[in-house]
């Protein structure tokens, strides 16, 4: 769906959203799709890149949220779809910032020992829980889904840091209002369209603008390196003008930051195993390539992550 179609049925235009934006189009899942749909040929195609067998997951994350039901988890639906029988599966919900905080519960697992191989998947179909005719939301989200392995690996190649937090006094500014125990969905609620996201984007910029630089710099300086010493930086793709302002803020030339929101707007979860799939294949995400990946959103949540990328060591069968 392009700016253009957009403008068709909503006081906007293709300027406006390029400027404030920097989004051309979107992707719109197809009517009998949904967050899980999404999900499982990200999640095969991760686990088929991995060498491995969907037996040998012992666990499936899914991050979204636009999940396909509030219960039971999308998860669920997604690691019965790919034959992974001896998974566990369960859903995350942390805004935009999802992706980040599953790879962290991911990393946690594997390095415990606990388990072997995560899959994690950042999966939405945003386009379902969008008011229409609200074109401060509308015009801002697509549909996608990306997905990654965490394995336990012996080289260097690893998560080499995490950083997450989290500001509760700003709930508000970035919510579904009704459909849970909170406000649940009664005529009333989808009369009045509370069952849609609704965000206050400006409130939104200012969050992330203050507090995406920071938590990269803590980061950064947790692991020891220097902003000179990353070689990617993938952040969530909410606002060219926002990627724009952290990677200025913390000295990361452009030619180094990855986005790809022109062609997908803001995926939400989905944004940054997006992102990270199309760089591999251009050739930018290499072993032992350095890639601090930077999340923020509903919560307002927010979450950085220092790795070292590692492609698969061998094949593991179970
Ligand atoms: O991933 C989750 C995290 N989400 C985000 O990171 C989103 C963060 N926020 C943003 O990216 C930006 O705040 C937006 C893109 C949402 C909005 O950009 P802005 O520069 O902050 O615009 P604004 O909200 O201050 O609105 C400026 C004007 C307003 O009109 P007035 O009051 O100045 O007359 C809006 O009504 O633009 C108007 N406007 C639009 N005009 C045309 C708002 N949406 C649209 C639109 N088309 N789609």
New binding site residues.
């Given amino acids: 769906m392009t700016n253009h179609d ?1 403008s068709l049925t ?4 293709d300027q ?2 390029r400027q ?2 920097g989004i051309m189009r979107r992707r719109i899942a197809a009517e009998d799709q949904s967050a899980s749909t999404l999900a499982i040929p990200a999640g095969a195609a991760a686990i088929k890149e991995a060498g491995l067998v969907p037996e040998a997951v012992g666990l499936v994350i899914v991050a979204s949220i636009s999940p396909d039901q509030i219960m039971p988890a999308t998860a669920s639906r997604v690691a019965y779809a790919l034959g992974a029988e001896n998974a566990g599966a369960v859903d995350l919900s942390a ?2 910032s999802g992706f980040i905080y599953a790879l962290a519960m991911a990393t946690g697992l594997v390095e415990s020992g606990i388990q072997e191989h995560v899959l994690v998947v950042g999966a939405e179909a945003i386009s379902r829980i969008l008011d229409w005719e609200d ?7 697509g549909d996608a889904a990306g997905a990654v392995v965490v394995s336990a690996t012996y080289g260097p190649n690893r998560i080499l840091g995490l950083d997450m937090g989290n500001d509760g006094s700003g709930a508000d500014l ?1 919510q579904i209002p009704a459909g849970g125990s909170r406000l649940p969905a009664t005529h009333a609620t989808v009369d009045d369209g509370l069952h849609y996201l609704k ?1 206050n ?2 409130e ?2 200012r969050f ?1 603008t203050r507090v995406v630089p920071r938590s990269a710099a803590q980061i950064l300086e947790h692991c020891g390196f220097s902003t000179s010493e990353v070689d990617l930086m993938v952040p ?1 793709q ?2 060219t ?2 990627i724009q302002a952290v990677a200025r803020r913390l000295g990361i030339a452009w030619e180094r930051v990855f986005t790809n929101l022109d062609e997908y707007g ?1 995926t ?1 979860c989905a ?1 940054i195993p997006l992102c990270l799939m199309e760089a591999r294949a251009r050739g930018l995400v290499y072993q032992g390539c350095r890639i601090l990946l930077l999340g ?3 919560g307002l949540s927010w979450g950085s992550c220092l790795l070292r990328w590692g492609d698969p060591v061998g094949v593991t069968t179970i």
């Avoid at 909503?10 to 235009?13: D, K």
């Avoid at 074109?135 to 989200?141: D, M, W």
């Fill in positions: 957009l909503l006081e906007t235009s406006w959203i404030r934006t805004g935009c074109r401060s939301t509308a015009v801002l989200f970035l965000m984007g400006r939104v910029y992330a969530h909410a606002n003008r926002i803001n939400s944004s923020f959103g509903a």
